[in-house]
């Protein structure tokens, strides 16, 4: 009796791969931070004043950015070495069964199941992963053309920020309901959390 009892109490086994977990709790923590600290930072580009709280935030979601850049790196890396990974995420010769089955199911407002599977859920993480990409990749060009001690900017400038923040917009639309979805699955007491615990 007391051998069921403890053997029920143990954890459930994580269902997401140990390096996805690092990569998912890197990219979420960088791609959250920038999405927020872009409402509050002051990218002065004309007097370059970072003594401000909106110039440090800048400068931060400067330094935090390259840092996610990164990780998405890393992230490109390990889908280039998991086949299964590829087919979850970029589905584009199929399955596509399970995508239209799971958007069926929410339809018929109910959820589909959570965990890394091929379906909607993996799509969407794959079109994400696109939108983060481009925004990380031209912020990071943008950092580098960034004018010192005052100097106007150039015409790099003027033609990719108006595109940064474009792409931020996207990755705005993708975290509400990437966030929303989370929230709705640990509503329904599924497992969902085990994604952030890197250390099981």
Not at 66 to 91: D, G, H, K, N, Y
Request: charged share 10%; net charge positive; glycine share 10%.
């Amino acid at each position: 009796m007391s051998l069921c009892a403890e053997a029920n109490s143990k954890p459930p086994r994580n269902i997401w791969p140990r390096e996805g977990r690092w990569l998912h709790a890197g990219i979420a923590f960088g791609v959250t931070w920038q999405l927020w600290s872009s409402l509050w930072m002051e990218p002065n580009w004309k007097h370059a004043n970072y003594g401000s709280i909106g110039g440090i935030l800048f400068s931060l979601h400067s330094w935090i950015g390259l840092m996610t850049v990164l990780f998405i790196l890393w992230q490109w890396l390990w889908i280039a070495s998991e086949p299964q990974i590829r087919r979850e995420i970029f589905p584009w010769r199929g399955p596509w069964a399970s995508i239209l089955a799971d958007a069926r199911m929410l339809l018929r407002a109910r959820l589909p199941p959570t965990g890394p599977r091929c379906g909607l859920a993996g799509l969407m993480h794959g079109l994400g992963l696109l939108a983060v990409t481009c925004t990380g990749v031209i912020g990071s060009v943008i950092f580098f053309f960034l004018p010192q001690s005052g100097t106007p900017p150039g015409d790099t400038l003027h033609m990719l920020v108006p595109l940064h923040e474009f792409l931020g917009t996207v990755v705005w639309v993708y975290w509400i309901g990437h966030v929303g979805m989370a929230v709705l699955h640990a509503w329904h007491r599924e497992p969902i959390w085990g994604i952030f615990r890197p250390m099981d």
